[in-house]
């Protein structure tokens, strides 16, 4: 299996453009999740889907941010308008067993200059 | 609210030495614990995980854990350490609300 893809692996945009960061999960599994990793703030969940459906959103940090998982194979998560604050690495990561992410994309490193 | 606390921000071992990276929890309830490890410009990568029964887990790449309900630990272990194993490793844990927090991770470095 080919595993979660995340593209671009890396993104450099000035502060106040539009970002969307996207994922393919692996084939057959109906949960995804969207995590930031920064140096301060560790590993935070943004958002679960499961069966396309988003479950828990608590996580996403304000109204700029926004997921979509129009389908079983891709999802987007998109930033507008960027601040520099939002520079992190961003990753998906998908799972067969509900809530528990079982299986890491390589991340896409996000730089808001 | 619920927490992982991983002690040890960076570990130095010499290969072939063994290995334990310290993990705490605070979920009261019977936890569901997970070990994860990332290597430099990756994604994290399952080791193990406990959700009940044994104590002791097996897990891939030759590492265990052990739960300790007395303590609230979940502690990783390897016996010999190969130089491959440089990464940062996270401790995680299962909240009442589903969701899996993860602990600040630790940085392991291994000398030749």
């Known amino acids: 299996d080919a595993g979660v893809i995340q593209s671009p692996r890396h993104e450099v945009t000035e502060m106040g453009q539009e970002v969307t960061l996207r994922c393919k999960p692996i084939s057959g599994h109906n949960s995804l999740f969207w995590y930031r990793q920064t140096m301060m703030r560790g590993l935070e969940l943004l958002i679960y889907f499961n069966n396309n459906v988003p479950i828990d959103d608590s996580g996403m940090p304000e109204d700029r941010f926004s997921a979509k998982m129009p389908n079983a194979s891709f999802s987007t998560l998109k930033i507008q308008p960027s601040e520099p604050r939002d520079s992190a690495v961003y990753f998906c990561a998908s799972s067969d067993r509900g809530w528990q992410p079982q299986h890491f994309g390589d991340g896409t490193r996000l730089s808001i200059l | 609210a619920q927490s992982v606390t991983q002690p040890d921000i960076h570990i130095t071992v010499s290969e072939g030495a063994s290995l334990e990276l310290r993990c705490n929890y605070s979920?009261?309830?019977?936890?569901?614990l997970f070990w994860y490890v990332q290597s430099p410009g990756q994604g994290l990568q399952l080791l193990l995980k406990?959700?009940?029964?044994?104590?002791l887990v097996q897990g891939i790449k030759g590492f265990e854990a052990e739960f300790k309900r007395s303590q609230s630990s979940f502690n990783l272990r390897k016996p010999s350490v190969h130089w491959s194993d440089a990464a940062e490793y996270f401790c995680?844990?299962?909240?009442?609300?589903?969701?899996?927090?993860f602990g600040p991770g630790t940085s392991l470095s291994v000398i030749p």
């Open positions: 995680a844990s299962k909240t009442s609300y589903d969701k899996v927090i």
């Open positions: 979920y009261g309830a019977t936890p569901y």
């Open positions: 406990y959700f009940s029964g044994d104590t």
